[in-house]
């Protein structure tokens, strides 16, 4: 087992403020490997069943709950989300312009500092089902957003599906030691428990080391840590929060889940990010996909 990690701090505490020319778009996601289709949804029921485990020659992905935030001044823009393997199969709120693999939602930007308090709650959205954990995903600080069309919300969500044979399995990936972090989680009667690995050598090695109790401070550390601080404290938490109730319900084949971080270029393959401001704003992306696939433990 891997030393336990000092929790990383994301950048809500160690960065400066933004500069008024420059706007962040950051983006979290799961990434389940299933059995037999690859889709990115923000609802981790729908996909948990498709898991064929890591020794299966092909497994295909589901990229879960890629939620978009953006952060910096007030400007008029718009997003446009490329689907580069794979078609959409949800977009959230209504897109302004949907083509084959690519669609553009166009906004008014309100930094979150100019927002009246009377504007607090979110009015009710079509599209938006009744399992998605929107409230965590609005409270983390950035944004809001007025689309066109008239939704308003603090986040940009879509789906897609990708064909099993056009994603590497995470078999592949792990081999390849295509990433370095890893943690393995286990649900239990005293709730998670987790140990840090080198994903590498998961699945098929012996892995010797002790449980250690995971709260909700740790994975975050751990998770901050993987986004190498550039994504806010509060966007590594939703992330975690959204998925914490599926790790300790247990509902899936073998013992733990294995997590890691998903390099760039494998985030790259799955779907690209383009905002345009009218400001004519220095652009940063920020983005962290964690991988989760079921093992069992030998």
Known sequence: MLGLMLAAVCDT????PVPVDVVRVHEWGVVWFGENRTVATADPSSTWDLYSGPSAPDDPICVEAPVVYIHGPSFSGSLEVTAETGSF??????????????AVWRFEAAAQSGVPAEEAPFPDAAGI????????????????????????????YYETEIPVTDF?????????????GGMLVQPGAEGLQYMEVNPANVPGSLIDGELLPLDTEAAVGILCGWADGELKTAEVRALWESWRGRLESGGWAGDSVLLFPLPESRVRAISTLSLQTDLGCEVEYHRLFVGMVPVELL
């Not at 505490?13 to 400066?16: G, H, N, Q, S, Y």
């Not at 199969?89 to 690519?102: D, I, K, R, W």
């Not at 954990?133 to 986040?155: H, K, M, N, S, T």
């Open 13 to 16: 505490v160690i960065a400066p």
């Open 89 to 102: 199969t949800v977009l959230y709120p209504e897109a302004s312009g949907v083509s084959p693999n690519s």
């Open 129 to 156: 089902p009744g399992n998605w954990p929107v409230d965590i995903w609005r409270e983390v600080p950035a944004c809001r957003l007025y689309f066109e069309g008239g939704a308003q919300d603090r986040f940009v």
């Open 168 to 180: 590497p399995s995470a078999r592949r990936m792990l081999q390849q030691d295509e990433t370095s």
